[in-house]
């Protein structure tokens, strides 16, 4: 029981993050007599959250670093006419089209990273004269209305399904292959960090909660996988965000960029001293955040099949809150990539939970606003506490 209590206290942000997903998603399957995880709404949950997953993946690197990005709704929409313009109005192929929006997002994580970084303005202050451009020029591009439709092809990227090989018709076989394999990763993953953790005389977790973990990780990842087998499989919307997690995760674990982008946000004075060039790390995450907005964007503009000069309202505000719920620190040098996407989840399945049951937007605005003040609160009461 101890070591439950001292691995709970060490882990308390990562675990109280994932409890409290538990309790929204319980809660909302009684509410919603069970509605919430039948294999349609399932698939719709992961269609309608997978861009703010991806935002938040590009936000928690920026508030990493002890920064914030106002901007990224505004990048959505403006990446989404970029692409409107290019498909539809100049009829630029769908992968080209795709590759200079995606440079244009780099462009505008180079501006913003620019004045951010080098300048030394606040980058409050510039993102929110970002979110004010670019909400401004996707209005001079669109002039206004909306552009629709987008090719045929371009929809695959937020409406599409992995292909089922084996032709099994209502079943996708393949989803539940790739599902005993993520598994069989998993176990072995877990055998070789307790491997490492002994070699290096590391203190290890008793076997029997690794075991544990294991057997309840295991089974939720067969479940769901079950579940999307049984409508159309894997949307290609779950593989890029499965895609960033683990390039991401791997970059902020195992690379020297991963270490730099932490000591940064942590203490950004020692971190120079140490010879860390700061401003390039806070300039390249800037730009990291342009392309994945822009990615983010192009999958807003594919599954509304549309440029609107509306798109991406408030969705910065919604990665902003997926990465504080996840864990990260107001002030810098805490937060991961796991937790930015457990913080995105309970976003999304209040949101969806909510509008089953019949909530209006104006109290699931009010009711994601508290969770929010609630989880940095959270997060100030447990420094105080250290600090004592």
Do not use: C
């Amino acid at each position: 029981m101890q070591t439950l209590i001292n691995l709970f206290r060490n882990n308390i942000r990562q675990y109280g993050m994932i409890i409290a997903l538990v309790f929204i998603t319980a809660l909302f399957w009684v509410l919603t007599d069970g509605i919430t995880f039948n294999p349609l709404n399932l698939t719709n949950l992961i269609l309608q959250n997978g861009f703010i997953l991806v935002l938040a993946v590009g936000m928690v690197l920026v508030i990493i670093t002890g920064n914030i990005d106002l901007s990224v709704g505004s990048v959505v929409a403006f990446v989404g006419a970029i692409a409107g313009v290019l498909m539809i109005n100049n009829n630029v192929p769908v992968w080209l089209a795709i590759i200079l929006s995606i440079i244009v997002g780099a462009l505008i994580g180079v501006w913003q990273g620019f004045w951010i970084a080098y300048i030394g303005i606040p980058s409050f202050i510039v993102t929110l004269a970002g979110m004010l451009i670019f909400r401004g020029l996707t209005l001079y591009l669109l002039d206004g209305q909306s552009l629709a439709p987008f090719p045929d092809s371009f929809g695959f990227l937020s409406g599409g399904f992995l292909p089922d090989i084996f032709g099994s018709g209502n079943f996708h076989i393949l989803t539940m292959i790739l599902s005993v394999i993520l598994s069989l990763i998993l176990v072995y993953l877990e055998i070789k960090d307790r491997k490492t953790q002994r070699q290096y005389s590391f203190e290890v977790v008793p076997l029997w909660i690794s075991v544990t973990k294991l057997v309840l990780l295991v089974s939720v990842i067969n479940w769901f996988a079950y579940q999307l087998a049984l409508n159309k499989g894997i949307p290609m919307v779950l593989i890029i965000v499965i895609l960033l997690i683990v390039v991401y995760t791997f970059i902020m674990n195992n690379t020297v960029m991963g270490r730099r982008i932490y000591a940064t946000g942590g203490n950004k004075k020692a971190a120079d001293l140490s010879g860390i060039k700061t401003k390039g790390v806070v300039f390249w995450v800037f730009v990291n955040n342009g392309v994945i907005a822009a990615l983010a964007g192009l999958m807003f503009a594919s599954r509304l099949d549309s440029a609107t000069p509306a798109a991406g309202n408030m969705l910065e505000l919604d990665a902003i809150a997926s990465v504080f719920i996840g864990g990260a620190s107001m002030s810098g040098g805490v937060g991961t990539i796991i937790g930015a996407i457990v913080g995105g989840l309970v976003m999304g399945v209040m949101n969806n939970g909510m509008s089953l049951i019949g909530i209006g937007i104006d109290w699931q605005q009010a009711i994601k606003g508290m969770v929010l003040l609630l989880a940095v609160g959270f997060d100030v009461y447990n420094k105080n506490r250290a600090g004592k």
